[in-house]
């Protein structure tokens, strides 16, 4: 029921995405080649939606259907109104987001319903819908980009809501609901605490289980930085190393983990579909660390961020009738660099958006909260400045998959060994009966990973707390607003010592 309510107010919000302008106006175009591609996009997205293959990770934009946007490039809109170069930077990025986007969405198209679809011949339709797709969005993004009134329609539009129901939280009481729920934060960040300054301790019949990343040769700390300034030659200055360079960047930059392992639920792997499951699984004969690049804004400087994401089978049930319990669990570990190629914070969430933590160094400092009850920034241990070749250990709980405190290693600290894949891959998996499957659903949640939490917990205004979702739809807070990729999260809690070159 909770798919199906999802997939309508997509196709609803899908049709008012159709039927603004200027795309309505594209739909009865003079012009046969702006008509014919308004009339694609119109026929592809009535094909997704009915087959429930839409993608939620960034936002679809009323009116500009070729266009997507994510949370970062939203915070970029006054550098693009202002500079026409910066416009047209912003424009190609909003494009790439929904070509990739629906790369994955007909990837994930049953056949049938690919096949349906206007002006495609018999063989290799699936490439000829991604060329028809990136011909279309050409066609169409060239003819906004001339109209002053589309351009000015964009920058108004290029947003990305919240993950919060104001509604909810209306009928839910929030001014009154969000004392006893701040309360119970503090008690849970009190314990928090409590276990950093303990020193850990593996349950009983458990074994301990570190696990570092792939060896590569050590990235010096000049290369890192060449590679950033390389990388953000464009109008906005966001850096986007090539593959290569990416790949050097995750491997210098992973952590280590060292896992309590007292049972199959705490063993970490790769996500895959079984045949005819309803929800993934943890394929743990091959441990696997997802990764992703991301970005934050800083006094108006884009700074790079790298995102480690590890899947466990569950979170069983500590008691009976444990609220938090459930399918699917994980750990996500962001680092945020300095331009010199210096870590400056790091910071931590399950991919619930639940138990948001930072780790700042020396040259990140804490920022007060303005309110009181806000869940701001819980800094529950502070890291030293890393040396090149230095990284994080992260001693991650049986069960709770808790992270109970951050060392420093370096060197080839375990022989045991995880390897990266690119966490898109989660947004088109392969099913072993055939065709492709997002881990997500239409609404970024993962179905099946709901806890019992949320029936006690939705005044808060989040849908499905404690339920495992897709990048761009982490909100971090019960008490507040804050999401993992708000594009100011860091700004806004942490004064940066970017260095003497970057001020």
């Not at 700074?303 to 480690?308: D, F, T």
């Not at 399918?327 to 331009?339: F, I, K, M, Q």
């Amino acid at each position: 029921m909770r798919f199906a309510a999802s997939a309508l107010v997509a196709g609803m919000l899908a049709g008012c995405a159709t039927l603004e302008a200027p795309f309505r106006g594209h739909l009865d175009s003079a012009a046969a080649p702006v008509r014919s591609c308004a009339e694609w996009y119109r026929a592809i997205d009535a094909e997704i939606e009915s087959a429930g293959t839409r993608d939620a990770q960034e936002a679809r934009i009323a009116g500009f259907p070729y266009l997507r946007a994510n949370r970062l490039l939203a915070a970029l809109r006054p550098a693009a109104e202002a500079d026409r170069e910066a416009l047209r930077e912003l424009v190609e990025r909003l494009a790439e987001a929904d070509l990739a986007a629906r790369r994955m969405e007909l990837a994930n198209l049953p056949e049938e319903r690919l096949r349906a679809l206007p002006d495609l011949g018999a063989a290799g339709v699936r490439g000829e819908a991604n060329a028809r797709t990136r011909e279309c969005a050409g066609v169409l993004r060239e003819l906004d980009l001339a109209s002053a009134e589309a351009r000015a329609l964009l920058l108004d539009r290029a947003r990305v809501p919240d993950d919060y129901s104001t509604a909810l939280r209306i009928l839910g009481l929030y001014a009154l609901t969000r004392l006893p729920f701040a309360a119970g934060v503090r008690r849970w960040e009190q314990e928090r605490l409590e276990a950093f300054r303990r020193e850990p301790r593996a349950p009983e019949g458990s074994s301990l289980v570190r696990y570092a990343p792939p060896s590569t040769p050590r990235v010096e700390r000049a290369e890192v930085a060449r590679i950033l300034e390389h990388a953000a030659h464009n109008a906005l200055r966001i850096a986007e190393p090539a593959a290569e360079e990416l790949e050097r960047l995750f491997a210098a930059h992973a952590p280590s983990f060292e896992i309590e392992v007292a049972g199959r639920h705490d063993r970490f792997g790769r996500l895959r579909w079984l045949h005819g499951a309803a929800m993934p699984v943890v394929d743990d004969a091959e441990p696997v660390v997802y990764t992703r690049l991301a970005h934050t804004l800083y006094r108006g400087q884009v700074l790079l961020q790298l995102v480690y994401t590890i899947w466990f089978p569950e979170r069983p049930p500590r008691e009976p009738g444990d609220i938090l319990a459930g399918r699917l669990d994980g750990v996500v570990w962001r680092v945020t660099l300095a331009p010199d190629g210096e870590p400056l914070l790091f910071d931590s969430i399950h991919p619930c958006g639940c138990f948001h933590a930072f780790f700042p160094t020396p040259r990140a400092r804490p920022r007060p909260a303005p309110d009181a009850l806000e869940e701001w920034a819980f800094v529950p241990q502070t890291l030293p400045r890393l040396r090149p070749g230095e990284r994080p250990l992260l001693r991650v709980a049986s069960g709770t998959h808790y992270i109970e405190s951050v060392s420093v290693v370096s060197g080839a600290d375990s022989v045991a060994r995880y390897a990266f894949r690119a966490e898109d891959e989660l947004r088109s998996l392969e099913r072993l009966e055939g065709g492709r499957r997002s881990a997500f659903g239409p609404d970024g949640l993962i179905a099946g990973s709901e806890r019992p939490e949320r029936f006690l917990f939705w005044p808060m205004g989040i849908a499905s707390p404690g339920a495992m979702r897709q990048w761009g739809r982490h909100a971090t807070a019960f008490v507040g607003r804050r999401h993992f990729d708000d594009a100011d999260l860091i700004e806004k809690r942490f004064a940066l010592d970017l260095g003497e070159d970057s001020r």
